[in-house]
């Protein structure tokens, strides 16, 4: 399946796998990778120790290529941006802010910079800086989220830049992929479908929590400090919502939401955790390798949307 994507990322099939907070490491990213997707490692808040010794595991697991997540509001982003170049990283997807001050030591080092974006907006001032592509992030992802959803975000975008768009928001399976290219994407990126297979380090009650999920079962937090989470519902996410009723400061609900992904995911906590997880977890229903998803969902593509001139 050749796009714009997969030819410029050196990958088999144009599937990107999200960049997912103390979620996304190593071995998920190597398994991605080996089944012709793009694996990513998300570096999140980690310092740039941690990331090093992540890459050089992918690094042992792989001989494909991966790519690292990069939050630009990190407290460690300089520290890690410098890391990616150092291990000679091909690709970097960024987060959380403009990568307009790195851009130039990336793209001297020969990696490809495809930030996450929200509106078309976004994507036409990323462009101008130099990305090499863009992932049009809908709001029905997990995590943090922006304001438009995928169906009228992705050919808005698409409209607006001339650089490639990857589709993100509300895809997990074939149907998902065939409706991003028809909207004119030349490649997705899905995080929480990824959740759910086998080698995924994320704690058990996490990737359950998922599997049983119904299309009703995620909520936006954090509307009231204009910076939206979808999760799935729990005891926290409640809390957190009565506070906001209240007019709770930032800090109060800052302070709730403290380490509660990392004690979903790591320690199994999915009732005062965070369970971030997009809409699409109400379609989620079986765990399998990153080899079978990637290739049941290529497979059900080219049945769906007719061969792969289609892409091209």
Not at 96 to 103: L, R
Not at 186 to 197: D, E, L, N, P
Not at 217 to 232: E, H
Not at 273 to 302: D, F, H, P, R, Y
Request: aromatic fraction near 6%.
């Amino acid at each position: 399946m050749k796009t714009k994507i997969s030819q410029m990322l050196g990958i088999k099939y144009p599937i990107l796998q999200g960049g997912m907070a103390w979620v996304s490491e190593a071995n998920m990213a190597a398994a991605v990778s080996n089944a012709g997707g793009l694996g990513i490692i998300a570096a999140a808040n980690a310092p740039a120790s941690w990331l090093r010794e992540q890459i050089k595991i992918a690094k042992a697991l792989t001989n494909m290529p991966f790519g690292v997540n990069i939050m630009i509001m990190s407290p460690y982003a300089d520290e890690v941006a410098k890391v990616v170049v150092e291990e000679n990283i091909k690709v970097v997807t960024t987060g959380a802010g403009s990568p307009k001050k790195y851009m130039n030591i990336w793209k001297d080092a020969g990696i490809k910079v495809i930030p996450v974006i929200a509106s078309s907006a976004m994507a036409q001032k990323v462009e101008k800086q130099g990305a090499d592509a863009v992932i049009a992030e809908g709001w029905e992802s997990g995590g943090h989220i922006g304001q438009i959803a995928t169906m009228a975000l992705v050919p808005k975008v698409v409209d607006s830049v001339k650089i490639p768009v990857i589709a993100a928001g509300g895809i997990g399976d074939e149907r998902g992929v065939a409706a991003a290219f028809m909207l004119g994407a030349t490649g997705v990126q899905m995080g929480t479908r990824f959740i759910a297979t086998k080698e995924c380090q994320a704690h058990r009650n996490y990737k359950d929590r998922i599997i049983k999920a119904e299309d009703t079962d995620t909520v936006v937090t954090g509307l009231s400090a204009s910076k939206p989470v979808r999760a799935l519902k729990n005891t926290m996410t409640n809390k957190y919502l009565e506070l906001e009723k209240t007019g709770a400061s930032f800090e109060e609900l800052e302070l709730l939401t403290f380490e509660s992904l990392k004690n979903a995911s790591e320690k199994g906590d999915v009732v005062s955790g965070s369970v971030m997880a997009g809409q699409i977890s109400g379609i989620i229903n079986s765990e399998l390798s990153c080899k079978e998803l990637i290739e049941k969902i290529i497979t059900g593509t080219e049945k769906l949307i007719g061969g792969k001139g289609f892409y091209e």
